[in-house]
């Protein structure tokens, strides 16, 4: 007679047979399949895994106040404000299902993305796939799969000629924020509680920068806007990242979507890249998410002389490339209701650990106030101001293990240079 050990093995090995065969058999069927399964997940598989379309899993807080964009009558239609779309296909989607987006950052195969669209488990996600194959874990049965569009060579050479072409024509007409018109900037910094955009690297503004709206095609005017530089780690330029404003920078633009990054060419991935807010190089490296979290987090630490440099979002941290010269890492995080900004913070961490580096995360210490979904480390400079933000004990705490390990680490390289010597 059988244990219930044995059963419950027994019954986790046919599972599993059953999850592998399923996995097998699904080779080339994911487009087709999660398509059916996730309403608006077709727009993403046409697209391609180097286009960001809206995302299909969650709303992300966005989508719901309806705004008049500047210089339209106020009876004019309002338009949905909209947050940018950060949602794409895996590269290995067509074998995996994967996918990658800011509200998640779990989803590496099919299963687990429509666990995150509908909040189910494991063994409900692949019953939904079973179901979906009329009961059956084989698809021999069903016609061959829509095979995903191969892109021309030709066109995205084309593409990336216009992209490029786009990209230095916008960057070279910035100003940098010590220009006597950049005032829209520096009252967009002083609004944030950020002290003032000079001495920053990588960041600029844009007197009348061209907003486009992305659904319609729309024209929408110009508008003055920060605009900072996305780097791979030897320097090289991959896009740009946009802020519109209002046109004396105390607000944002009152547009669909005022934080826009602009598209990339073919041979240029943002991932692993960031924005360099310092160039320097220094033993430790501070990192934080979005443009102003991380000048926020940089005002607490400036006093150290600690480079800082921003990946503008959680998919961007996960994937960071780290420099030679970071010993240590600091990862000022944000604080999220979906957990992506907590999981990629802590996901840096381990794999700066993992290559031999000393890390830690820094979160916001307060709780998400109720209707937010996110809070970051400008929400506490601007909710207690720069100096009382400096004695929050944890940052303090940290600050004083930096010291430390800093005066150990001069200590061991002075001996080594005295042995080298003698």
């Known amino acids: 007679m059988k244990t219930k050990e044995q059963a419950r093995r027994e019954a986790y090995e046919r599972e599993r047979e059953i999850t592998n065969t399923l ?51 106020a009876n004019a239609p309002a338009r949905r404000r909209r947050v940018e779309p950060d949602f794409r296909i895996a590269k290995d989607f ?44 084989t698809t021999n049965h069903l016609p061959p799969p829509t095979p995903i569009k191969q892109p021309d060579p030709r066109e995205i050479a084309r593409q990336d000629a216009t992209i490029r072409k786009r990209l230095e024509q916008t960057w070279s007409s910035t100003l940098g924020p010590e220009h006597p018109s950049a005032e829209p900037l520096h009252n967009w910094f002083e609004g944030r509680g950020l002290g003032s955009p000079t001495g920053l690297a990588n960041l600029r503004f844009h007197e009348a920068l061209s907003y486009v709206d992305y659904e319609t095609g729309e024209y ?33 633009a009152d547009v669909p979507m005022a934080r826009k990054a602009e598209s990339h060419t073919s041979d240029r991935d943002p991932c692993g890249a960031a924005v360099h807010l310092d160039r320097h190089a220094h033993r430790v490296l501070a990192v934080g998410e979005g443009l102003e979290s991380s000048i926020a987090a940089r005002r607490l630490v400036d006093d150290l002389g600690i480079p800082m440099w921003s990946t503008l979002d959680a998919n961007g941290m996960r994937n960071l490339i780290l420099p030679d010269w970071a010993e240590i890492v600091v990862v000022f995080g944000d604080r999220d209701l979906s957990m992506a900004g907590q999981a990629a913070a802590y996901q840096l961490v381990e794999s700066a650990r993992a290559s031999g580096r000393r890390a830690t995360a820094l979160l916001p210490p307060f709780a998400i106030p109720d209707g937010q979904k996110s809070i970051d480390w400008n929400d506490v400079v601007l909710a207690m101001g720069p100096d009382a933000a400096r004695a929050i004990i944890q940052l303090q705490q940290w600050r004083s293990r930096l010291r430390q390990v800093l005066r150990e680490g001069s200590r061991t390289g002075s001996r080594s240079e005295a042995r080298a010597q003698s």
């Open 23 to 73: 996995l097998s058999n699904l080779r080339g069927r994911w487009g087709d399949v999660l398509s059916a399964l996730i309403p608006g997940l077709q727009d993403a598989v046409a697209a391609g895994h180097r286009k960001k379309v809206q995302c299909p899993i969650s709303d992300h807080g966005g989508g719901k106040r309806a705004a008049t964009p500047q210089g339209s009558s």
């Open 94 to 137: 067509d074998t995996t299902g994967g996918c990658h987006c800011t509200c998640n950052n779990e989803m590496g195969n099919g299963f687990r993305v429509l666990m995150a669209r509908y909040g189910c488990s494991f063994m409900e996600a692949k019953q939904m796939v079973i179901d979906h194959l009329g009961g059956r874990i």
């Open 220 to 252: 929408l005017g110009k508008f003055p806007a920060q605009v900072a530089l996305l780097q791979h780690l030897d320097g090289t330029p991959v896009t740009l990242h946009r802020t519109y404003l209002s046109h004396d920078g105390r607000t944002k």
